[in-house]
């Protein structure tokens, strides 16, 4: 199922267990560029900034950790529009220069340039790792940097699940289990971290257990006179 379809909770646990401190943030920006095409890439605590910039036009998304459904990352590629159109052009307007014009010399040098344009659009053209999200596709370009985004793409979206860990107000045994289970499916947290929670759970159920007993005793206690 893709984790864009889980319903994640809008907030962070007001209870934390004590063997998962909160861990400290710094938000990190990493960026890629191929001839006309940038990618920027912003690490928040929340979510990932993102930016796709092309020559004529600049897009930018906020995308949440949890929706990040990096199971079904593809691969997708494209042409340099750009260069393809120019070459087409020049090609045209070389035959242009040689039926028409009868100008010979014009017209293989159009016809030359355009075709070598046509050539490197169709040998340069650009690959991405695809990502689907909430909001957006992330793009990463395939670049010496491909690696090291995607590595932090993973590495973030794991440090956010992490802040999951801990119970909620009022919530169930059932639900922050449920949650747990979701953190150890994500390899967010380990199997022995998932063992220490759910017996920090019971532990925590049983004395709030106890402490509701208590005042519920003290309460119905007649008045003294």
Not at 138 to 156: N, V, Y
Request: with cysteine.
């Amino acid at each position: 199922m893709p984790l864009k379809s889980i319903n994640m909770p809008a907030s962070y646990p007001d209870i934390i267990s004590p063997a998962f401190p909160p861990t400290a943030w710094e938000p990190t920006e990493m960026s890629q560029r191929m001839l006309f095409t940038k990618t920027i890439f912003l690490f928040e605590e929340d979510h990932i900034k993102f930016t796709f910039k092309t020559s004529s036009d600049t897009q930018t998304f906020f995308a949440s950790y949890h929706s990040l459904d990096l199971p079904h990352m593809t691969e997708f590629s494209e042409q340099n529009a750009w260069l393809r159109n120019c070459g087409f052009l020049w090609i045209i307007l070389g035959l242009t220069f040689l039926f028409i014009v009868k100008n010979q010399s014009s017209g293989l040098l159009w016809l030359i340039i355009g075709t070598i344009t046509t050539i490197v659009s169709f040998a340069t053209k650009t690959t991405y790792s695809k990502i689907g999200a909430d909001t957006c596709h992330l793009m990463i370009l395939k670049d010496g940097k491909h690696d090291a985004i995607l590595s932090m793409i993973k590495e973030c979206r794991i440090k956010n699940l992490r802040k999951y860990i801990g119970l909620y107000n009022n919530e169930s045994y059932s639900n922050a289990e449920s949650r747990f289970d979701f953190l150890l499916k994500e390899q967010a947290i380990s199997q022995s971290e998932y063992n220490i929670l759910v017996e920090w759970l019971g532990q925590h159920m049983k004395l709030a257990a106890t402490d509701e007993e208590i005042i519920k005793i003290e309460f119905e206690k007649p008045l003294l006179n």
